[in-house]
């Protein structure tokens, strides 16, 4: 692993190597990883992985574990490939194909998973990832649309997860117009879904 990285509460979007893929980004990425609580030893799923940016962090928070990174699209897996390789970082498998299909190269248990994109089964992924769930898992999910939210909600209600999170989250960051003067500009709003399975 790399050891400027290693105890990094975050890592800057500018040190990932990115294409046409969307990234999650840094600030959102840190809301995200906060909520899913990953400690040294966990094994942690993430689908829809993109350029891998959340991958190479829980993979640095799980460094005596494993992450998964699920991703479909082959830019996408080069890009996560190019990243590991950058963050020289050892745990992480890549796994390229279609959630929840792709579980099939996850082990038997899991103890935190996220999902960053689910190329429209999201229903279906969430329902094969709380199979997967160890007692007391954590599940982290982003979304942009209404949607995704709603099916997300109720698919968890279906499943008995009582105790649900949603946090709306607002990011505007600094923009150069001249050279006296900033504006604000606002990002994508983003829901982020989290929740624990108790059995």
């Not at 020289?88 to 959630?99: C, D, F, K, L, Q």
């Amino acid at each position: 692993m790399n050891s400027q990285y290693e105890y990094a509460w975050s890592i800057s979007d500018d040190h990932f190597i990115r294409g046409n893929i969307p990234m999650t980004k840094e600030e959102i990425r840190s809301i995200a990883l906060g909520k899913l609580r990953i400690q040294k030893h966990h094994v942690v799923v993430d689908i829809g992985a993109g350029t891998g940016s959340v991958s190479i962090e829980a993979g640095f928070r799980a460094k005596n574990g494993s992450v998964y990174a699920i991703e479909r699209k082959k830019e996408g897996i080069e890009l996560i490939k190019k990243n590991i390789e950058r963050f020289n970082i050892n745990n992480i498998t890549v796994i390229e194909g279609t959630a929840p299909r792709a579980f099939d190269g996850v082990g038997d248990f899991v103890d935190r998973i996220f999902i960053g994109g689910s190329g429209g089964r999201l229903e279906d992924i969430i329902t094969k990832s709380h199979k997967l769930l160890v007692n007391h898992g954590r599940m982290v999910m982003n979304f942009i649309t209404i949607e995704n939210l709603h099916t997300a909600l109720d698919v968890l209600r279906g499943l008995n997860y009582k105790d649900i999170d949603v946090v709306h989250v607002n990011i505007s960051k600094n923009k150069k117009i001249d050279a006296s003067l900033t504006m604000m500009q606002a990002e994508n709003p983003i829901y982020i879904v989290s929740t624990e399975k108790v059995e």
